[in-house]
């Protein structure tokens, strides 16, 4: 059976989806623009390196959805699941495989993408809960975490991997074809 894997925030939408649910779930709170600023400040400390991707998503659970309710987070999820915008990716490429030869495996919390793909395979990062509250990260799905959670599955090969970054290189050694994706367009194939 083939299998055709996509990535998320900017295979198969416009932008990265991350900050969005952060400013969804927590907005109305009056500290949320100087929350904000501590996350570029993170955002910054990741890319000269001086941090990695988990730290930098702890970060962001911890200033945006540490002690949210489940249920909180859930309807959240609903609310923002509705405005994330696909791209031509998804209309031209995911849509047309076949719903048994595909999915998504993403760096983005399952608990959105469960809602926006709710009959698909899907696969994401996962938030830790602690007597019903949102406690820290349980699971992040990024980099080798992506390509270990497919070896878990029995899943050791891939025949097709959409992805925008080469973070997914540890799915792209276990790729027949990648398809770089740039902007919602296929702009690379290896």
């Not at 595909?102 to 709710?118: G, T, W």
């Not at 050694?173 to 994706?181: C, E, G, N, S």
């Given at each position: 059976m083939p299998l055709i894997?996509?990535?998320?925030?900017?295979?198969?939408?416009?932008?990265?989806?991350?900050?969005?649910?952060y400013k969804i779930i927590d907005q109305e709170n009056p500290f949320f623009p100087l929350k904000r600023l501590v996350l570029i400040i993170a955002a910054m400390l990741y890319k000269l390196r001086f941090i990695d991707n988990t730290q930098l998503k702890k970060a962001g659970i911890f200033l945006f959805l540490r002690n949210k309710t489940l249920k909180e987070a859930?309807?959240?999820?609903?609310?923002?699941?509705?405005?994330?915008?696909l791209n031509n990716i998804y209309s031209d490429f995911y849509l047309s495989t076949p719903k048994e030869d595909?999915?998504?495996?993403?760096?983005?919390?399952?608990?959105?993408?469960?809602?926006?793909?709710?009959?698909?395979?899907?696969i994401g990062s996962c938030l830790r809960f602690s007597d019903g509250k949102i406690s820290g990260l349980e699971q992040n799905m990024y980099g080798k975490q992506k390509a270990d959670a497919l070896k878990k599955l029995g899943i050791y090969k891939i025949n097709t991997l959409y992805t925008d970054?080469?973070?997914?290189?540890?799915?792209?050694?276990?790729?027949?074809?990648?398809?770089?994706?740039?902007?919602g367009q296929v702009t690379t194939r290896i």
């Open positions: 894997v996509f990535d998320f925030d900017k295979t198969l939408t416009r932008k990265d989806t991350l900050y969005g649910f859930q309807k959240k999820a609903k609310t923002y699941a509705s405005k994330v915008q595909r999915m998504i495996i993403s760096a983005s919390f399952e608990i959105y993408l469960k809602v926006i793909f709710p009959q698909e395979t899907t970054s080469y973070s997914d290189k540890p799915l792209m050694k276990m790729a027949d074809q990648v398809k770089l994706i740039n902007n």
